[in-house]
T-cell receptor, first 114, second 111 residues
Framework: GAGVSQTPSNKVTEKGKYVELRCDPISGHTALYWYRQSLGQGPEFLIYFQGTGAADDSGLPNDRFFAVRPEGSVSTLKIQRTERGDSAVYLC????????????FGEGSRLTVL | KQEVTQIPAALSVPEGENLVLNCSFT??????LQWFRQDPGKGLTSLLLIQSSQREQTSGRLNASLDKSSGRSTLYIAASQPGDSATYLCAVSADDYKLSFGAGTTVTVRA
């Protein structure tokens, strides 16, 4: 596609529920990133994929968060047993030149946990 | 841990005035620095990317400088327009892929 696509754009769920957020990067981009942005803050790093493997998942806040990229393209961020503190905008980005290239961000998935 | 600070947090100027946005970071061992623009409810758009070996980058009315040794970058926007109203975020790549962001400067350009 022309840009990074994220679905859903908005997700409202209840505390304790399971949520999946999808990211479709720019075609051919091997590097994919997930960031989380809370209101009034800059994005915080969650996880970085190079191809199919998670090269660095040190930003995932706890074991309720998990992300996959099975075929090296689309990625899914999975959140189990959601908590109110998980409410944020989850941003996905991709890059063609790997780590030091320009990042292209999607518009984000806004998650609200009631 | 890399800390990125942007001052001021908000800025309001009349149309036509030049904008100066500041970014400072604590660890000077960076690979690159990027400036992004974020419109309300939207994702981030990359404006300028400065590699660690460069001192500045320019694109149209935008110019960004980088002083690695002092841990500072400045984004200049010449002859501001109402369409420049947005939040501007600075981010540094300290370990070659992970970006550390500032909280941003929200700019309002008054017509």
């Amino acid at each position: 596609g022309a840009g990074v696509s994220q679905t859903p754009s908005n997700k409202v769920t209840e505390k304790g529920k399971y949520v999946e957020l999808r990211c479709d990067p720019i075609s051919g981009h091997t590097a994919l990133y997930w960031y989380r942005q809370s209101l009034g803050q800059g994005p915080e790093f969650l996880i970085y994929f190079q191809g199919t493997g998670a090269a660095d998942d040190s930003g995932l806040p706890n074991d309720r968060f998990f992300a996959v990229r099975p075929e090296g393209s689309v990625s899914t961020l999975k959140i189990q047993r959601t908590e109110r503190g998980d409410s944020a905008v989850y941003l996905c980005a991709s890059s063609s030149f790997g780590p030091t290239g320009e990042l292209f961000f999607g518009e984000g998935s806004r998650l609200t946990v009631l | 841990k890399q800390e990125v600070t942007q001052i001021p947090a908000a800025l309001s100027v009349p149309e036509g005035e030049n904008l100066v946005l500041n970014c400072s970071f604590t660890d000077s061992a960076i690979y690159n620095l990027q400036w992004f623009r974020q419109d309300p409810g939207k994702g981030l758009t990359s404006l300028l990317l400065i590699q660690s070996s460069q001192r500045e980058q320019t694109s149209g009315r935008l110019n960004a400088s980088l002083d690695k040794s002092s841990g500072r970058s400045t984004l200049y926007i010449a002859a501001s327009q109402p369409g420049d109203s947005a939040t501007y975020l600075c981010a540094v790549s300290a370990d070659d892929y992970k970006l550390s962001f500032g909280a941003g400067t929200t700019v309002t350009v008054r017509a």
